[in-house]
């Protein structure tokens, strides 16, 4: 028996998100029925992040145990044969048997962009969230400032999470233009259920002048979901990186 | 009677193209019906470009002659709330009544992208055609430089092209390197059947070390599509600007 750590890449357009449910396809499950099918054995990867419905993905990790010969980095090859189009393994690797990616010290970097001109563009329709309304990014960078570090993030946590804790630490949040798409680039320890998605949310009302950059610190101290920003759609995110300590 | 242009961008993915056919959707066909339900009058578009199935635009032109009374500028914004997301009207505006896109004198600009990588991305598959290949970008603009200028691009026409001619003018081509993306930039006054996809197949070759930079002369002088390497395919090519005299 031995212990498979895969680097996913995918599309969440088509899918509902990460995790298997009974209803919908999902990342985890076309992983499970694939791998399975190649390793003849039923297998049941481990995600690190359980991104949501439209969520996108550059290096997500899933870890699986098999008894099955094929060398852990040839897995990746002969996985990707039978893949569809908008899931890929960039890597897969024979990692340590006790090896968990939800146990493991972490930091995770989300991108959230946001396609701001007039018109959205259809080539980015997919990948980007699209807003006409013109966006100041020096005030977007300095409420991003009041949101880095370790702070309860309760007021940016969907309602229905169940995590223990809502304390988290934002080690970085940049906020940069590339052309006509503003980009926001979250990095963290942990991220709390839709928390990107609201910190995009709330930025970008600060961006087009709804609130103050210092009104952070309010909506912090709130503890309130309430206190801060829609909710950005998914289409806009992608977990870009994962880092293992 | 008056004359609108319109600025149009789309994914080409879902399309069998601009041009208007009896079999599959395209966007000629997709904008006719639109622009018809919305100004109540038969409308037929006139495209600069006829695109080829797949080949996305950022910016190509479409004309047509209405009777209606809507402002041309605001024709963009009604068309849009009718349209499939994958096509927008970028600008809508009065033209004179002899303007004709293919009468008029332009420089368009087109890029072919590539993504250069072990692995194909899922959120570029679309947009990009994917290479494991290592490719050598300085012999790739050193080829570039020799298919510059005024030549007989017959070598890079495809055999069921209909031109009068098969000399046209190059102004520019750039090689550039975007994070894992190759962009292979091209303008000129017009261009043959498939020729910036078979520019980029043959270029691709050349970065990729199965041809030389020097063998560009003797593919122009051959004057033979055979001489030239393979027509690149459609979906890492896009329309990106026009330019009107």
């Given at each position: 028996m031995k212990r498979i750590r895969m680097t996913v890449a995918y599309d969440?357009?088509?899918?509902?998100?990460w995790q298997i449910q009974p209803n919908g396809v999902t990342i985890e499950g076309v992983l499970n029925q694939h791998l399975s099918q190649l390793l003849k054995e039923e297998i049941q990867v481990i995600g690190a992040s359980r991104t949501d419905s439209g969520v996108h993905a550059l290096c997500n990790i899933a870890v699986f145990d098999t008894n099955?010969?094929?060398?852990g980095e040839k897995i990746s090859y002969a996985l990707n044969q039978r893949l569809?189009?908008?899931?890929?393994?960039r890597k897969s690797e024979e990692v340590k048997p006790d090896w968990h990616p939800r146990k493991t010290e972490s930091i995770k970097t989300y991108e959230y962009r946001i396609w701001n001109e007039e018109f959205p563009n259809p080539i980015k329709r997919l990948y980007t969230h699209f807003t006409y309304l013109s966006m100041d990014l020096e005030k977007m960078r300095k409420a991003a400032e009041f949101l880095e570090?370790?702070?309860?993030?309760k007021s940016f946590c969907s309602v229905n999470s169940q995590a223990e804790t809502t304390v988290r630490t934002i080690h970085r949040i940049e906020v940069e233009k590339e052309g006509q798409e503003i980009v926001i680039r979250v990095s963290g320890n942990g991220f709390l259920y839709n928390m990107v998605r609201i910190l995009a949310g709330t930025l970008m009302e600060v961006g087009c002048g709804?609130?103050?950059?210092?009104s952070m610190t309010e909506i912090l101290e709130a503890k309130?979901?309430?206190a801060a920003g829609p909710t950005a759609p998914?289409?806009?995110?992608?977990?870009?990186s994962y880092q293992f300590f």
């Amino acid at each position: 028996m031995k212990r498979i750590r895969m680097t996913v890449a995918y599309d969440g357009t088509n899918y509902n998100g990460w995790q298997i449910q009974p209803n919908g396809v999902t990342i985890e499950g076309v992983l499970n029925q694939h791998l399975s099918q190649l390793l003849k054995e039923e297998i049941q990867v481990i995600g690190a992040s359980r991104t949501d419905s439209g969520v996108h993905a550059l290096c997500n990790i899933a870890v699986f145990d098999t008894n099955a010969r094929m060398p852990g980095e040839k897995i990746s090859y002969a996985l990707n044969q039978r893949l569809p189009e908008d899931i890929r393994i960039r890597k897969s690797e024979e990692v340590k048997p006790d090896w968990h990616p939800r146990k493991t010290e972490s930091i995770k970097t989300y991108e959230y962009r946001i396609w701001n001109e007039e018109f959205p563009n259809p080539i980015k329709r997919l990948y980007t969230h699209f807003t006409y309304l013109s966006m100041d990014l020096e005030k977007m960078r300095k409420a991003a400032e009041f949101l880095e570090g370790e702070h309860d993030f309760k007021s940016f946590c969907s309602v229905n999470s169940q995590a223990e804790t809502t304390v988290r630490t934002i080690h970085r949040i940049e906020v940069e233009k590339e052309g006509q798409e503003i980009v926001i680039r979250v990095s963290g320890n942990g991220f709390l259920y839709n928390m990107v998605r609201i910190l995009a949310g709330t930025l970008m009302e600060v961006g087009c002048g709804r609130r103050t950059p210092e009104s952070m610190t309010e909506i912090l101290e709130a503890k309130d979901r309430s206190a801060a920003g829609p909710t950005a759609p998914a289409k806009g995110l992608t977990l870009v990186s994962y880092q293992f300590f």
